[in-house]
């Protein structure tokens, strides 16, 4: 049982260039989202997934499109990366609530993106 | 928007010593959980509070929820060097639509632990 897989833990990219983040859980969780960490910031929801082909924007969309086409995948894609999307990228997941509250929130190790 | 704000940002401690971070929402919120993350490292979930005034223990953490449900607190008694890290809150709004899936994190709280 992995959790919450984030891949790449790392990645350098120039102003301008594309990439996808990808996010997958084997927890069979429903609900799926991306945050970002910057100094001082806290955690900032940029998307999340109430369900499979559903999103929703969060905080700080601007920027990012996702993905939900499995359930068990999440994807974050930077069309045109900006110096201003450096940061650290978490994915975390949960379960339906329980009737008594929110689940608990399961994070992935990180991306952290760098750029230039 | 729902904000929630956490204070205080840094918190230096001598090992003993206590420590408390507060959280303030601008809207009532239906339930709050507390996180940990190790420098370094994911956050990883402490413990939820779901009722008006409501107090939970975990060995030397205290965490309270505020009577009207816009605050909580997270105590820790005679700190150690194993506490250190960046602790948040997060906070879900009493609201409809897709928005029940949101949690709104606090700035988070660094503390560090002299020996």
């Known amino acids: 049982n992995a959790g919450v897989t984030q891949t790449p833990k790392f990645r350098v990219l120039k102003t301008g260039q594309s990439m996808t983040l990808l996010c997958a859980q084997d927890?069979?969780?429903?609900?799926m989202y991306w945050y970002r960490q910057d100094p001082g910031m806290g955690l900032r929801l940029i998307h999340y997934s109430v369900g499979e082909g559903t999103t929703a924007k969060g905080e700080v969309p601007d920027g990012y499109n996702v993905s939900r086409l499995k359930k068990q995948n999440f994807l974050l894609g930077l069309e045109s990366a900006a110096p201003s999307q450096t940061s650290v990228y978490f994915c975390?997941?949960?379960?339906?609530?329980?009737?008594?509250?929110?689940?608990?929130?399961?994070f992935g190790n990180g991306t952290r993106l760098t750029v230039t | 928007g729902q904000q929630v704000m956490q204070i205080p940002q840094y918190q230096h401690v001598q090992e003993g010593e206590d420590f408390t971070t507060y959280c303030n929402s601008s809207t009532t919120l239906s339930n709050i959980q507390w996180y940990k993350q190790r420098p370094g490292g994911h956050p990883v979930f402490l413990i939820q509070?779901?009722?008006?005034?409501e107090v939970k223990k975990q060995k030397r953490l205290t965490f309270q929820f505020g009577e009207a449900k816009k605050n909580s607190s997270l105590h820790i008694t005679a700190t150690q060097t194993t506490d250190v890290g960046t602790y948040f809150c997060a906070g879900r709004a009493n609201a409809g639509g897709t928005s029940y899936g949101k949690l709104t994190f606090g700035q988070g709280t660094i503390l560090t632990v002299h020996p």
């Open positions: 927890m069979n969780h429903e609900y």
């Open positions: 975390a997941s949960r379960s339906l609530r329980d009737g008594r509250g929110n689940s608990p929130l399961h």
């Open positions: 509070l779901v009722k008006s005034g």
